[in-house]
T-cell receptor, first 112, second 112 residues
Framework: QKEVEQDPGPLSVPEGAIVSLNCTYS??????FMWYRQYSRKGPELLMY????GNKEDGRFTAQVDKSSKYISLFIRDSQPSDSATYLC????????????FGTGTRLTIIP | NAGVTQTPKFQVLKTGQSMTLQCAQD?????MSWYRQDPGMGLRLIHY???????DQGEVPNGYNVSRSTTEDFPLRLLSAAPSQTSVYFC???????????FGEGSRLTVL
């Protein structure tokens, strides 16, 4: 069983819809949680990170962490075609040991 | 400011050949790492370094070698290429204790 599970999709939604992307994890030692966005044929780029249970909002993006359920989510409001990309969740035990464990990624397409 | 630069972007090798993937960063990051990305497998850590002269193995180190003689450079060597090493390789760097990885644009390797 992988430490981090992520539905690979693909996921297609109409422009303007709310998108929900999710990951589950099995190792309770993970303390910090991140979402990376990867456009086709590009390297991943950090979108959001959080370390506590609850919600963190940045513009149209909200990251949610539920440590008791070992479940994290990324919500995208008012989705745009430019949001079409692969979204990868990532987790780390603690900073200072920078070995991130990534989910497999969910490919998202926003249909105009 | 170039960020993380990887060369070459594309490479085709025959089984048994050796080659080096180059990675350079100009952000004075202590931490550098190599990942490979395969369909359905996500990003998997090959080797990493927390500073010049210090390297360590990641999740999938077999068949690869690294060295870190300077802060800026972290080359990845394939000793005897195998078809199983066909993949997209990403170099990433960060400050220690921060966790935000900056990725290069990737090197696509095909081993025939």
């Amino acid at each position: 069983q992988k430490e981090v599970e992520q539905d690979p999709g693909p996921l297609s939604v109409p422009e303007g819809a709310i998108v929900s992307l999710n990951c589950t994890y099995s190792n309770s030692a993970f303390q910090y949680f991140m979402w990376y966005r990867q456009y086709s044929r590009k390297g991943p780029e950090l979108l959001m990170y959080t370390y506590s249970s609850g919600n963190k909002e940045d513009g149209r993006f909200t990251a949610q962490v539920d440590k008791s359920s070992k479940y994290i989510s990324l919500f995208i409001r008012d989705s745009q075609p430019s949001d079409s990309a692969t979204y990868l969740c990532a987790m780390i035990h603690r900073f200072g040991n920078e070995k991130l464990t990534f989910g497999t990624g969910t490919r998202l397409t926003i249909i105009p | 400011n170039a960020g993380v630069t990887q060369t070459p972007k594309f490479q085709v090798l025959k089984t048994g050949q050796s080659m080096t993937l180059q990675c350079a960063q100009d952000m004075n990051h202590e931490y550098m790492s190599w990942y490979r990305q395969d369909p359905g497998m996500g990003l998997r850590l090959i080797h990493y370094s927390v500073g010049a002269g210090i390297t360590d193995q990641g999740e999938v180190p077999n068949g690869y070698n690294v060295s870190r003689s300077t802060t800026e450079d972290f080359p990845l060597r394939l000793l005897s290429a195998a078809p199983s090493q066909t993949s997209v390789y990403f170099c990433a760097s960060s400050y220690l204790g921060v966790g935000e990885l900056f990725f290069g644009e990737g090197s696509r390797l095909t081993v025939l």
